[in-house]
């Protein structure tokens, strides 16, 4: 877990800016920050759920156990066209969640990219 503070220029609205990034769950320290004063954005990283999909095959041989051979006897490979269509994605972007626990310590739930404004 890393941090770029970005400097700001005086007088401004916005005291700093830390950035950063969290590959998983965890305790980040940061810089201190006025907790009244401060805000954390979350922008989760990961991802869950599941992909199918589905085939089809097509080949040029012809069964030969249907016509009474055994298989074991005679090669049944022939050629043919193979396609893969179709399948869902349910694919969703993790729900990560974080909060600044101390003036220093941002709690983080996953993976994500981080940012802590405070104001002046």
Do not use: W
């Not at 907790?35 to 989760?44: P, Q």
């Not at 016509?67 to 022939?78: A, D, E, F």
């Amino acid at each position: 877990m890393g941090i770029i503070s970005i400097p700001t220029a005086s007088g401004g609205g916005i005291k700093s800016v830390q950035r950063g990034l969290a590959t998983v769950a965890g305790t980040i320290t940061i810089t201190a920050v006025d907790i009244s004063k401060s805000f954390v954005t979350i922008f989760g990283t990961a991802s869950s759920g599941t992909i199918t999909s589905s085939s089809n095959m097509n080949t040029a041989s012809t069964n030969m156990a249907s016509h009474g051979y055994s298989t074991k006897q005679h090669n049944n490979t022939g050629s043919g066209t193979f396609t893969f269509s179709g399948g869902t994605n349910n694919l969703v972007s993790a729900i990560v969640q974080g909060y600044l626990n101390s003036s220093t310590e941002l709690i983080v739930s996953g993976a994500c990219r981080y940012e802590v404004v405070e104001f002046a």
